[in-house]
Protein backbone atom coordinates (compact mmCIF):
# COMPACT_ATOMS: atom_id res chain seq x y z
CA UNK A 1 0.00 0.00 0.00
CA UNK A 2 2.92 2.38 -1.02
CA UNK A 3 0.74 4.22 -3.71
CA UNK A 4 -0.04 7.91 -3.41
CA UNK A 5 -3.13 8.95 -1.31
CA UNK A 6 -4.83 10.61 -4.32
CA UNK A 7 -4.78 6.85 -5.94
CA UNK A 8 -6.29 5.04 -3.44
CA UNK A 9 -8.90 7.51 -2.46
CA UNK A 10 -11.86 9.37 -3.81
CA UNK A 11 -11.97 13.16 -3.89
CA UNK A 12 -14.67 14.49 -5.51
CA UNK A 13 -16.89 14.58 -3.27
CA UNK A 14 -16.87 16.87 -0.20
CA UNK A 15 -15.72 14.30 2.68
CA UNK A 16 -15.78 17.01 5.44
CA UNK A 17 -18.02 20.29 5.49
CA UNK A 18 -16.88 21.30 8.42
CA UNK A 19 -13.56 21.42 10.61
CA UNK A 20 -12.82 18.74 12.98
CA UNK A 21 -9.82 20.14 14.43
CA UNK A 22 -10.17 22.63 17.09
CA UNK A 23 -8.44 25.41 15.32
CA UNK A 24 -8.04 27.40 19.14
CA UNK A 25 -5.51 24.38 19.82
CA UNK A 26 -3.50 25.02 16.07
CA UNK A 27 -3.49 28.87 16.78
CA UNK A 28 -1.72 28.02 20.33
CA UNK A 29 0.30 25.78 18.53
CA UNK A 30 2.06 28.59 16.38
CA UNK A 31 3.79 32.04 17.49
CA UNK A 32 1.97 34.44 17.99
CA UNK A 33 3.60 36.86 15.69
CA UNK A 34 2.52 39.20 12.90
CA UNK A 35 3.46 38.44 9.35
CA UNK A 36 4.13 35.11 9.21
CA UNK A 37 3.58 32.45 6.03
CA UNK A 38 1.23 29.71 7.12
CA UNK A 39 1.14 26.33 4.63
CA UNK A 40 -2.35 25.16 5.42
CA UNK A 41 -4.39 21.53 4.10
CA UNK A 42 -7.67 23.42 3.18
CA UNK A 43 -10.51 20.84 3.80
CA UNK A 44 -13.43 22.33 4.77
CA UNK A 45 -11.22 25.86 5.03
CA UNK A 46 -12.37 26.63 8.85
CA UNK A 47 -8.89 26.25 9.82
CA UNK A 48 -7.32 27.70 7.42
CA UNK A 49 -9.32 30.81 7.66
CA UNK A 50 -8.71 30.97 11.41
CA UNK A 51 -4.92 31.06 10.64
CA UNK A 52 -5.91 35.10 9.97
CA UNK A 53 -6.35 35.41 13.13
CA UNK A 54 -2.46 35.29 13.59
CA UNK A 55 -1.89 38.81 11.00
CA UNK A 56 -0.46 36.34 8.49
CA UNK A 57 1.03 37.56 5.40
CA UNK A 58 -0.11 34.77 3.79
CA UNK A 59 -2.15 31.59 4.03
CA UNK A 60 -1.80 29.19 1.20
CA UNK A 61 -4.69 26.30 1.30
CA UNK A 62 -4.33 23.39 -0.41
CA UNK A 63 -5.84 20.15 -1.07
CA UNK A 64 -6.46 17.53 -3.45
CA UNK A 65 -10.23 17.82 -4.02
CA UNK A 66 -11.84 20.50 -5.52
CA UNK A 67 -14.88 19.34 -3.53
CA UNK A 68 -13.17 20.47 -0.17
CA UNK A 69 -11.87 23.81 -2.13
CA UNK A 70 -15.20 24.82 -3.16
CA UNK A 71 -16.09 24.47 0.49
CA UNK A 72 -13.68 27.51 1.49
CA UNK A 73 -14.43 29.33 -1.90
CA UNK A 74 -18.22 29.34 -0.12
CA UNK A 75 -16.78 30.40 3.32
CA UNK A 76 -14.92 33.02 1.84
CA UNK A 77 -18.06 34.65 -0.34
CA UNK A 78 -19.98 34.34 2.89
CA UNK A 79 -17.47 36.28 5.18
CA UNK A 80 -17.72 38.99 2.48
CA UNK A 81 -21.09 39.43 2.12
CA UNK A 82 -23.37 38.39 5.31
CA UNK A 83 -23.55 39.50 8.87
CA UNK A 84 -22.29 36.85 11.50
CA UNK A 85 -25.81 35.94 12.52
CA UNK A 86 -26.84 35.12 8.60
CA UNK A 87 -23.34 32.92 8.67
CA UNK A 88 -24.51 30.59 11.23
CA UNK A 89 -27.25 30.33 9.42
CA UNK A 90 -26.17 29.00 6.25
CA UNK A 91 -23.49 26.99 7.48
CA UNK A 92 -26.06 25.33 9.73
CA UNK A 93 -25.05 26.49 13.47
CA UNK A 94 -28.67 26.24 14.48
CA UNK A 95 -32.14 25.64 12.90
CA UNK A 96 -32.92 27.98 10.04
CA UNK A 97 -35.68 28.57 7.39
CA UNK A 98 -33.66 31.12 4.59
CA UNK A 99 -30.84 29.13 3.73
CA UNK A 100 -31.86 28.93 0.10
CA UNK A 101 -31.97 32.33 -0.18
CA UNK A 102 -28.62 33.29 1.64
CA UNK A 103 -27.16 30.73 -0.72
CA UNK A 104 -27.93 32.65 -3.85
CA UNK A 105 -26.99 35.54 -2.02
CA UNK A 106 -23.42 34.45 -1.10
CA UNK A 107 -22.72 32.45 -4.87
CA UNK A 108 -23.55 36.14 -6.26
CA UNK A 109 -20.13 36.81 -5.49
CA UNK A 110 -18.41 33.46 -6.71
CA UNK A 111 -16.88 32.10 -9.88
CA UNK A 112 -18.73 29.97 -11.89
CA UNK A 113 -17.21 26.56 -11.57
CA UNK A 114 -17.94 27.33 -7.45
CA UNK A 115 -21.54 28.53 -8.58
CA UNK A 116 -22.58 25.20 -10.23
CA UNK A 117 -20.85 22.49 -7.56
CA UNK A 118 -23.22 24.75 -4.73
CA UNK A 119 -26.06 24.93 -6.96
CA UNK A 120 -25.86 20.73 -7.06
CA UNK A 121 -25.56 20.94 -3.17
CA UNK A 122 -28.88 23.39 -3.10
CA UNK A 123 -31.22 21.23 -1.18
CA UNK A 124 -28.24 19.80 1.15
CA UNK A 125 -27.50 23.37 1.86
CA UNK A 126 -31.14 24.17 2.91
CA UNK A 127 -31.91 21.27 4.86
CA UNK A 128 -28.65 20.73 6.70
CA UNK A 129 -26.49 24.00 6.43
CA UNK A 130 -23.51 24.06 4.47
CA UNK A 131 -21.16 23.02 7.22
CA UNK A 132 -22.91 19.30 7.70
CA UNK A 133 -22.99 18.49 3.96
CA UNK A 134 -20.06 16.00 3.76
CA UNK A 135 -19.62 12.34 3.98
CA UNK A 136 -18.43 12.69 7.54
CA UNK A 137 -21.02 14.59 8.86
CA UNK A 138 -23.22 12.62 7.61
CA UNK A 139 -21.67 9.32 9.37
CA UNK A 140 -22.73 11.75 12.25
CA UNK A 141 -26.25 12.81 11.39
CA UNK A 142 -27.23 9.09 10.78
CA UNK A 143 -25.79 7.90 14.20
CA UNK A 144 -27.54 10.98 15.66
CA UNK A 145 -30.43 9.76 13.95
CA UNK A 146 -30.82 5.91 14.01
CA UNK A 147 -28.33 4.81 16.54
CA UNK A 148 -28.12 7.01 19.77
CA UNK A 149 -32.17 6.94 20.38
CA UNK A 150 -31.60 3.67 20.89
CA UNK A 151 -28.96 4.24 23.53
CA UNK A 152 -30.07 7.73 25.42
CA UNK A 153 -33.08 9.62 26.16
CA UNK A 154 -33.01 13.02 24.89
CA UNK A 155 -32.68 14.19 28.23
CA UNK A 156 -29.44 12.37 28.66
CA UNK A 157 -28.13 13.66 25.61
CA UNK A 158 -28.92 17.22 26.82
CA UNK A 159 -27.62 16.51 29.80
CA UNK A 160 -24.13 16.31 28.81
CA UNK A 161 -23.44 19.47 28.34
CA UNK A 162 -25.07 20.53 31.77
CA UNK A 163 -22.51 22.72 34.03
CA UNK A 164 -21.02 20.01 36.63
CA UNK A 165 -17.88 19.75 38.68
CA UNK A 166 -15.46 17.37 37.81
CA UNK A 167 -16.36 14.66 40.20
CA UNK A 168 -20.19 15.22 39.12
CA UNK A 169 -18.68 14.56 35.64
CA UNK A 170 -17.23 11.44 36.58
CA UNK A 171 -20.31 10.01 38.20
CA UNK A 172 -22.83 11.53 35.40
CA UNK A 173 -20.92 9.69 33.19
CA UNK A 174 -20.63 6.19 34.94
CA UNK A 175 -24.03 6.50 35.76
CA UNK A 176 -25.70 7.70 33.02
CA UNK A 177 -23.93 6.87 29.83
CA UNK A 178 -21.43 4.26 29.56
CA UNK A 179 -24.02 1.58 29.80
CA UNK A 180 -24.03 -1.55 27.96
CA UNK A 181 -25.81 -0.32 24.84
CA UNK A 182 -23.40 2.66 24.38
CA UNK A 183 -20.23 0.20 24.03
CA UNK A 184 -22.04 -2.51 22.02
CA UNK A 185 -23.22 0.58 19.50
CA UNK A 186 -19.42 2.02 19.46
CA UNK A 187 -18.16 -0.99 18.43
CA UNK A 188 -20.27 -2.10 15.42
CA UNK A 189 -21.16 1.74 14.19
CA UNK A 190 -17.50 3.29 15.17
CA UNK A 191 -15.54 -0.21 13.88
CA UNK A 192 -13.63 1.00 10.59
CA UNK A 193 -15.65 -1.21 8.50
CA UNK A 194 -19.15 0.97 8.80
CA UNK A 195 -16.35 4.26 9.47
CA UNK A 196 -15.19 3.61 5.82
CA UNK A 197 -18.34 3.27 4.38
CA UNK A 198 -20.19 6.08 5.67
CA UNK A 199 -17.49 8.03 6.83
CA UNK A 200 -14.21 8.54 5.85
CA UNK A 201 -12.77 6.34 2.95
CA UNK A 202 -11.71 3.05 3.27
CA UNK A 203 -8.35 3.95 2.26
CA UNK A 204 -8.10 6.10 5.02
CA UNK A 205 -7.27 3.11 7.46
CA UNK A 206 -5.44 1.14 5.49
CA UNK A 207 -2.31 1.98 8.05
CA UNK A 208 -4.97 1.46 11.63
CA UNK A 209 -4.07 -1.28 13.73
CA UNK A 210 -6.83 -1.74 16.86
CA UNK A 211 -10.82 -1.28 17.99
CA UNK A 212 -12.00 2.33 16.42
CA UNK A 213 -14.88 1.76 18.98
CA UNK A 214 -12.94 1.65 21.61
CA UNK A 215 -10.68 4.29 20.36
CA UNK A 216 -13.96 6.23 20.34
CA UNK A 217 -15.25 5.30 23.73
CA UNK A 218 -11.65 6.32 25.64
CA UNK A 219 -12.09 9.58 23.34
CA UNK A 220 -15.53 10.49 24.50
CA UNK A 221 -14.69 9.70 28.43
CA UNK A 222 -11.55 12.49 27.99
CA UNK A 223 -13.89 15.10 26.70
CA UNK A 224 -16.87 14.38 29.08
CA UNK A 225 -15.31 13.98 32.21
CA UNK A 226 -11.92 15.86 31.92
CA UNK A 227 -12.98 18.02 29.94
CA UNK A 228 -16.34 20.71 30.01
CA UNK A 229 -18.48 19.40 27.36
CA UNK A 230 -20.34 22.40 27.84
CA UNK A 231 -17.93 24.29 25.56
CA UNK A 232 -17.47 21.31 22.63
CA UNK A 233 -18.44 22.66 20.06
CA UNK A 234 -17.40 19.39 18.29
CA UNK A 235 -19.19 17.03 20.76
CA UNK A 236 -22.14 19.50 20.76
CA UNK A 237 -22.34 19.25 16.81
CA UNK A 238 -22.10 15.19 17.11
CA UNK A 239 -24.33 14.35 19.38
CA UNK A 240 -27.11 17.20 19.01
CA UNK A 241 -26.94 18.98 15.55
CA UNK A 242 -26.62 22.10 16.43
CA UNK A 243 -23.97 24.60 17.42
CA UNK A 244 -26.17 26.68 19.10
CA UNK A 245 -24.41 27.19 22.46
CA UNK A 246 -20.65 26.47 21.44
CA UNK A 247 -19.12 27.81 18.50
CA UNK A 248 -15.56 26.77 16.68
CA UNK A 249 -13.09 29.25 16.39
CA UNK A 250 -13.78 30.46 12.84
CA UNK A 251 -17.53 30.63 13.72
CA UNK A 252 -17.36 33.29 16.51
CA UNK A 253 -18.94 36.74 16.68
CA UNK A 254 -15.50 38.38 17.88
CA UNK A 255 -13.78 36.56 14.86
CA UNK A 256 -16.25 37.53 12.29
CA UNK A 257 -14.97 41.35 11.13
CA UNK A 258 -11.41 40.36 11.69
CA UNK A 259 -11.26 37.42 8.95
CA UNK A 260 -13.63 39.27 6.70
CA UNK A 261 -10.67 42.15 7.10
CA UNK A 262 -8.19 39.36 5.91
CA UNK A 263 -9.47 37.08 3.02
CA UNK A 264 -7.18 38.50 0.69
CA UNK A 265 -4.33 36.74 2.33
CA UNK A 266 -5.77 33.65 1.17
CA UNK A 267 -4.57 31.96 -1.65
CA UNK A 268 -6.12 28.37 -2.86
CA UNK A 269 -4.11 25.67 -4.83
CA UNK A 270 -5.49 22.00 -5.94
CA UNK A 271 -2.81 19.34 -5.57
CA UNK A 272 -0.41 17.62 -2.93
CA UNK A 273 0.19 20.18 -0.01
CA UNK A 274 3.85 19.51 -0.50
CA UNK A 275 3.84 21.18 -4.22
CA UNK A 276 1.71 24.32 -3.20
CA UNK A 277 2.76 27.96 -3.14
CA UNK A 278 6.17 29.54 -3.47
CA UNK A 279 9.08 29.62 -1.16
CA UNK A 280 9.37 28.91 2.37
CA UNK A 281 6.59 28.97 5.20
CA UNK A 282 6.85 30.00 9.16
CA UNK A 283 4.13 27.56 9.90
CA UNK A 284 2.41 24.38 8.64
CA UNK A 285 -1.18 23.12 9.54
CA UNK A 286 -1.33 19.62 8.12
CA UNK A 287 -4.32 18.10 9.97
CA UNK A 288 -3.81 14.43 10.49
CA UNK A 289 -2.30 13.43 6.40
CA UNK A 290 0.40 11.80 7.92
CA UNK A 291 -2.01 8.72 8.73
CA UNK A 292 -3.33 8.07 5.56
CA UNK A 293 0.20 7.22 4.29
CA UNK A 294 2.18 4.63 4.23
CA UNK A 295 5.84 5.47 5.99
CA UNK A 296 7.48 5.35 2.71
CA UNK A 297 4.71 8.27 1.64
CA UNK A 298 5.20 9.74 5.06
CA UNK A 299 9.13 10.57 4.51
CA UNK A 300 9.05 11.51 1.12
CA UNK A 301 6.15 14.29 1.92
CA UNK A 302 7.57 15.45 5.49
CA UNK A 303 11.15 15.75 3.77
CA UNK A 304 9.47 17.94 1.01
CA UNK A 305 7.59 20.41 3.30
CA UNK A 306 10.43 20.44 5.47
CA UNK A 307 12.55 21.88 3.35
CA UNK A 308 10.17 24.56 2.52
CA UNK A 309 10.09 25.37 6.28
CA UNK A 310 11.66 28.79 7.29
CA UNK A 311 14.50 28.40 10.41
CA UNK A 312 11.87 27.92 13.76
CA UNK A 313 9.05 27.13 11.51
CA UNK A 314 6.67 24.61 13.18
CA UNK A 315 4.76 21.91 12.08
CA UNK A 316 1.38 20.90 13.29
CA UNK A 317 -0.71 17.69 12.90
CA UNK A 318 -2.88 14.94 14.55
CA UNK A 319 -3.44 11.49 14.62
CA UNK A 320 -6.30 9.67 15.30
CA UNK A 321 -5.39 6.31 14.97
CA UNK A 322 -1.52 6.32 13.56
CA UNK A 323 1.07 7.36 15.34
CA UNK A 324 2.99 9.26 12.98
CA UNK A 325 5.55 11.94 13.78
CA UNK A 326 9.18 13.21 12.10
CA UNK A 327 10.54 9.94 9.96
CA UNK A 328 14.02 8.73 11.39
CA UNK A 329 15.84 10.09 8.81
CA UNK A 330 14.50 13.88 10.08
CA UNK A 331 14.68 13.76 13.54
CA UNK A 332 18.21 15.96 13.44
CA UNK A 333 16.41 18.74 11.60
CA UNK A 334 13.52 18.88 13.86
CA UNK A 335 12.71 19.28 17.69
CA UNK A 336 9.70 18.30 19.03
CA UNK A 337 7.87 20.45 21.45
CA UNK A 338 6.57 18.00 24.29
CA UNK A 339 5.55 20.47 26.94
CA UNK A 340 3.83 22.63 24.08
CA UNK A 341 2.06 19.38 22.77
CA UNK A 342 0.77 18.51 26.39
CA UNK A 343 -0.54 22.09 27.10
CA UNK A 344 -2.90 22.18 24.31
CA UNK A 345 -3.48 18.49 24.65
CA UNK A 346 -5.06 19.60 27.60
CA UNK A 347 -7.13 22.10 26.08
CA UNK A 348 -8.42 19.88 22.75
CA UNK A 349 -11.78 19.51 22.52
CA UNK A 350 -11.50 17.68 19.24
CA UNK A 351 -11.00 14.82 21.25
CA UNK A 352 -11.20 12.03 18.85
CA UNK A 353 -7.48 12.53 18.10
CA UNK A 354 -5.29 10.62 19.68
CA UNK A 355 -2.36 12.51 19.37
CA UNK A 356 -1.58 16.46 18.75
CA UNK A 357 1.96 16.81 17.10
CA UNK A 358 4.15 20.15 17.67
CA UNK A 359 7.32 20.13 16.34
CA UNK A 360 10.14 23.21 14.90
CA UNK A 361 12.35 23.38 12.57
CA UNK A 362 15.80 23.79 13.14
CA UNK A 363 17.30 26.76 12.13
Not at 230 to 259: C, F, K
Not at 285 to 290: V, Y
Request: glycine share 6%; net charge neutral.
Amino acid sequence: MNEPIDQRASFEAIRYARAWEDADVLIGAFRNEPGQRFLSICAAGDNAIALLLLDPSEVVAADLSPAQLACLHLRIAAYRCLSHEAFLDLFGARPAENRGELLDQVLKGCDPETVSFWQAQRQAVVDFGAGNVGKFENYFRLFRRYILPLIHSRSTIESVFGKRAHEDRVRFFEERWNNRRWRLATSLFFSRTVMGWLGRDPAFFDHVDGSAGAHVRRKVRFAAVDQDPSQNPYMRSILTGSNDTALPTAWRAENHAVIAERLDRLTLVQGPVDQAGEGRFDGFNLSDIFEYMSLDETARVYGRLLDRASPGARLVYWNMMVPRSAPAEFKGRVQRLAELEDRMKRLDKAFFYADLVIEEASG
